[in-house]
């Protein structure tokens, strides 16, 4: 890790093509300046992604990256930071790639407790395929396959993050830039799974859930006086539906991350020539 390391390290060469307005530029712009507040550097940090416009990150980001498919990106960040406990670990990620196809996958690396962060860019509609209802999008958003709305509740994934067993949640709102980069920076220093939703404005498809709205609506917990230790507390902003929030809803200071737990601390991505000791032994006793 380095204290030389300028946001602008994190920025590659190739040209975002997300629409102009899009809240993803403000969501990334985030997550590099976290990324270098917190002393990591593009040498080792490790950028996953999944499918959507959210997937484009790891190849706008200066790092190591993989554009994974689609749902599929916790499961490669949970195999690197296995593979490598010593380096940085950031998915992104999208509300239709991380809440639908993906749900079962989160679930599962917010119980492990990797100590890795997520980034979720919510924009509550599907982007890339030109505009269709996503998991979080409101029962009555109308769209070209919904005309009449979805007729269901959106996702609560910070619901379903504490349900889970989360020991970090937090939700931002990208275009409220320094705000964003201390929460995620916070997600960053966690130890443990840093969840962090991101209220990440459409421009294109989505005119309900735009930048005034959440500009007239949110309500940010730190000058409310919230206590993200208090697990009380915590469940209570998040079941409610009625406000925008934004803030570190919770947090387990006691937080133990998988890999302490259970004694993953060497370096695992050098796998030795020729098949392990006794191991077809292993395959002649079950085969």
């Given at each position: 890790?380095?204290?030389?390391?300028?946001?602008?390290?994190?920025?590659?060469?190739?040209q975002?093509?997300?629409c102009?307005?899009?809240?993803?530029?403000?969501?990334?712009?985030?997550?590099?300046?976290?990324?270098?507040?917190?002393?990591?550097?593009?040498?080792?940090?490790?950028?996953?992604?999944?499918?959507?416009?959210?997937?484009?990150?790891?190849?706008y980001?200066?790092?190591?990256?993989?554009?994974?498919?689609?749902?599929?990106?916790?499961?490669?960040?949970?195999?690197?930071?296995?593979?490598?406990?010593?380096?940085?670990?950031?998915?992104?990620?999208?509300?239709?790639?991380?809440?639908?196809?993906?749900?079962?996958?989160?679930?599962?690396?917010?119980?492990?407790n990797?100590?890795?962060?997520?980034v979720?860019?919510?924009?509550?509609?599907?982007?890339?395929?030109?505009?269709?209802?996503?998991?979080?999008?409101?029962?009555?958003?109308?769209?070209?396959t919904?005309?009449?709305?979805?007729?269901?509740?959106p996702?609560?994934?910070?619901?379903?993050?504490?349900?889970?067993?989360?020991?970090?949640?937090?939700?931002?709102?990208?275009?409220?830039?320094?705000?964003?980069?201390e929460i995620?920076?916070?997600?960053?220093?966690?130890?443990?799974?840093?969840?962090?939703?991101?209220?990440?404005?459409?421009?294109?498809?989505?005119?309900?859930?735009?930048?005034?709205?959440?500009?007239?609506?949110?309500?940010d917990?730190?000058?409310?006086?919230h206590?993200?230790?208090?697990?009380?507390?915590?469940?209570?902003?998040?079941?409610?539906?009625?406000?925008?929030?934004?803030?570190?809803?919770?947090?387990d200071?006691?937080?133990?991350?998988?890999?302490?737990?259970?004694?993953?601390?060497?370096?695992?991505?050098?796998?030795?020539?020729?098949?392990?000791?006794?191991?077809?032994?292993?395959?002649?006793?079950?085969?």
């Amino acid at each position: 890790m380095s204290s030389d390391v300028r946001f602008t390290d994190f920025k590659s060469d190739k040209q975002p093509t997300w629409c102009p307005g899009c809240g993803d530029f403000g969501t990334m712009n985030g997550m590099m300046k976290a990324l270098a507040e917190t002393g990591n550097d593009p040498d080792n940090t490790f950028v996953v992604a999944g499918i959507g416009c959210s997937g484009k990150i790891g190849t706008y980001m200066h790092s190591y990256a993989l554009h994974g498919v689609h749902g599929r990106a916790l499961p490669v960040g949970t195999g690197v930071k296995m593979a490598r406990p010593d380096i940085e670990v950031m998915v992104a990620g999208g509300d239709g790639d991380g809440y639908s196809i993906g749900a079962g996958h989160f679930v599962h690396a917010v119980r492990r407790n990797v100590d890795m962060s997520y980034v979720v860019m919510d924009n509550r509609i599907y982007g890339l395929t030109k505009g269709q209802a996503s998991p979080t999008s409101r029962s009555d958003f109308e769209t070209s396959t919904t005309p009449e709305g979805p007729k269901q509740p959106p996702v609560n994934p910070l619901a379903l993050a504490l349900a889970s067993g989360a020991s970090f949640i937090a939700q931002s709102f990208a275009s409220d830039a320094l705000r964003h980069q201390e929460i995620v920076q916070e997600a960053i220093e966690h130890d443990g799974f840093g969840f962090v939703n991101v209220f990440s404005p459409c421009v294109t498809f989505n005119d309900v859930d735009t930048y005034d709205y959440f500009r007239d609506n949110l309500v940010d917990l730190e000058e409310e006086g919230h206590d993200p230790t208090d697990y009380e507390a915590a469940k209570e902003v998040i079941l409610d539906s009625d406000k925008e929030y934004q803030g570190v809803m919770y947090q387990d200071e006691n937080s133990v991350p998988y890999h302490e737990k259970h004694g993953v601390t060497e370096d695992m991505s050098e796998i030795p020539d020729g098949a392990p000791e006794d191991a077809m032994d292993l395959v002649r006793e079950f085969y």
